[in-house]
């Protein structure tokens, strides 16, 4: 089991910056695929973002690409989300996933991921 705990979100306004991190805790973390996803109000869960283990392999949501870049950090079992030039389009709950152990791709959608964080709210305002 990896449990997954998520921090950074807020309020920012539009054009600003934030860096969400997700922890990880449980079984081991270094062969997980992990990525972000994100759902606003009445709409269906986004791919924002996957790292591979190694964080040689990264993949990004067509919304996303360019402004948004995702990191890991091994040894201390975490997971980073640099969202710069945020758009008030950008506003929603942030979720971290984790892929089931050895399993190496980094998948787009949400069905591909076992383990799940509880969340983080970034709210962009105009």
């Known amino acids: 089991q990896v449990q997954l705990v998520e921090s950074g979100g807020g309020l920012v306004q539009a054009g600003a910056s934030l860096r969400l991190s997700c922890a990880a805790s449980g079984r081991t973390f270094i062969s997980n695929v992990m990525a972000w ?29 360019g402004r948004f870049t995702i990191s890991r950090d091994n040894t201390k079992s975490s997971v980073y989300l640099q969202m710069n030039s945020l758009k008030p389009e950008d506003t929603a709950v942030y979720y971290c996933a984790g892929r089931a152990y050895a399993m190496t791709a980094v998948g787009l959608s949400g069905s591909d991921y076992m383990y799940w964080g509880q969340g983080t709210q970034v709210t962009v305002s105009s």
């Open 37 to 65: 996803f994100r759902q606003a109000p009445g709409k269906e869960r986004e791919f924002v973002a996957g790292i591979s283990w190694s964080g040689g392999s990264t993949k990004f949501g067509d919304s996303v690409k």
